[in-house]
């Protein structure tokens, strides 16, 4: 059994980094919030900048990234693709829900609601959301392995 870590000494490292954990949940949120205000700056930005499908589609697939910000943000220990896969679930999910009318009827009421939820159901929204989950996807894996 030579090389391998005792069960004694395993249960060891895996409680020192449960003790650890309060802390370095607090780092991911703390990006996580960063990552969510950098996407929203984006996007107005990019609104701002640029007109036409590039802005509408990036938009949609920026939605997704500041989806996966925000489901980092609640659930910190979330794996990368977990994350990202919550997030696209959520975007089609807001999506599909524009195929009932309620979110265009929420959105004539609020601009909160026509921000979140939108209006109309456009199907290539759907491919761009799942551009966006790969890019958070590869940000969230590629930054866990600097770690």
Excluded: I
């Amino acid at each position: 059994m030579r090389g391998r870590a005792s069960p004694d000494r395993a249960s060891r490292v895996r409680a020192s980094r449960v003790r650890a954990s309060p802390d370095r949940a607090s780092r991911v949120r703390a990006v996580a919030a960063a990552a969510a205000v950098a996407t929203v700056a984006t996007g107005l930005a990019v609104r701002a900048g640029t007109d036409g499908a590039f802005a509408k589609y990036a938009g949609s697939a920026l939605y997704t990234v500041l989806l996966c910000a925000l489901v980092v943000l609640c659930a910190p220990r979330a794996r990368p693709a977990v994350a990202a896969s919550a997030a696209l679930v959520l975007s089609w999910a807001v999506e599909f829900a524009q195929l009932t009318g309620v979110p265009a009827e929420l959105s004539a009421h609020s601009t909160a609601a026509r921000l979140v939820l939108g209006s109309t159901f456009n199907a290539p929204d759907l491919f761009w959301y799942a551009v966006g989950a790969a890019v958070a996807w590869s940000v969230h894996a590629g930054a866990r392995r600097l770690r």
